[in-house]
């Protein structure tokens, strides 16, 4: 039922509206859907996930906000940035430096307006939490393809079935958007490569990554 989280904190002025907009699409956050009312308007921005938390126990101080990155160097090196064109060394020091946690990540807090602080992490092993990648192989053993072959330009059509009685293993055959008959030779096999060739290794891959997720990453 729970479709998203909004925190909504009261800029108090326009110009620290415009100025927190501006900070956060500096550090890269994607812009949402904000409003625009004859009383008021707001500035939203998107993360790809979100989370509640509450702790118990030690924790370092942190702002009310953490956010979550993959390149904390860069971030605070964006938000450094940013203070400097708005304030110079007095904005910077609103800008804590980047330090260890006991939940090995690493944490900034900054105020790019004054009483507005948001603590951005990540963790020390870049590969924490993130799915391991599958990738096919062009192994076709055990694999088993149906053939279907248009009679549209035949002259085209019929080789990639030569080729698939001199070798015995069965081809796939991609969609060429040709406007001659030269085009499509060339993209046989001729000039641009074989596109009948580069479709079955792609299909080849395809049930093979499929049989790996099937098999949790082990066929």
């Not at 990540?122 to 088993?144: F, Q």
């Not at 149906?146 to 080729?163: E, F, K, L, P």
Request: with cysteine; aromatic share 10%.
């Amino acid at each position: 039922m729970i479709k998203g989280i909004s925190f909504l904190r009261p800029a108090g002025t326009p110009q620290v509206y415009d100025r927190l907009a501006s900070f956060f699409s500096a550090l890269g956050f994607a812009a949402g859907k904000g409003w625009q009312q004859q009383d008021s308007r707001g500035a939203a921005f998107l993360a790809p996930l979100g989370n509640l938390e509450f702790v118990d126990g030690e924790f370092p101080p942190t702002a009310d906000m953490l956010v979550e990155v993959t390149a904390l160097d860069a971030v605070h090196q964006a938000a450094e940035t940013w203070l400097r064109a708005q304030g110079g060394d007095p904005a910077v020091s609103r800008l804590a430096p980047i330090t260890e946690t006991n939940w090995k990540s690493r944490i900034f807090t900054v105020e790019p307006e004054p009483g507005f602080a948001f603590s951005f992490w990540a963790w020390t092993d870049p590969l924490k939490g993130k799915p391991v990648a599958l990738e096919g192989d062009l192994c076709a053993d055990g694999m088993k393809f149906a053939i279907v072959v248009a009679r549209w330009n035949a002259v085209i059509t019929d080789r990639i079935g030569q080729s698939q009685q001199e070798t015995g293993v069965p081809h796939t055959f991609g969609v060429l958007t040709c406007e001659t008959l030269e085009q499509a030779l060339n993209r046989a096999g001729i000039k641009a490569g074989n596109k009948g060739f580069e479709a079955a290794t792609a299909a080849i891959e395809m049930v093979s990554l499929r049989r790996k997720l099937q098999t949790g990453g082990n066929a």
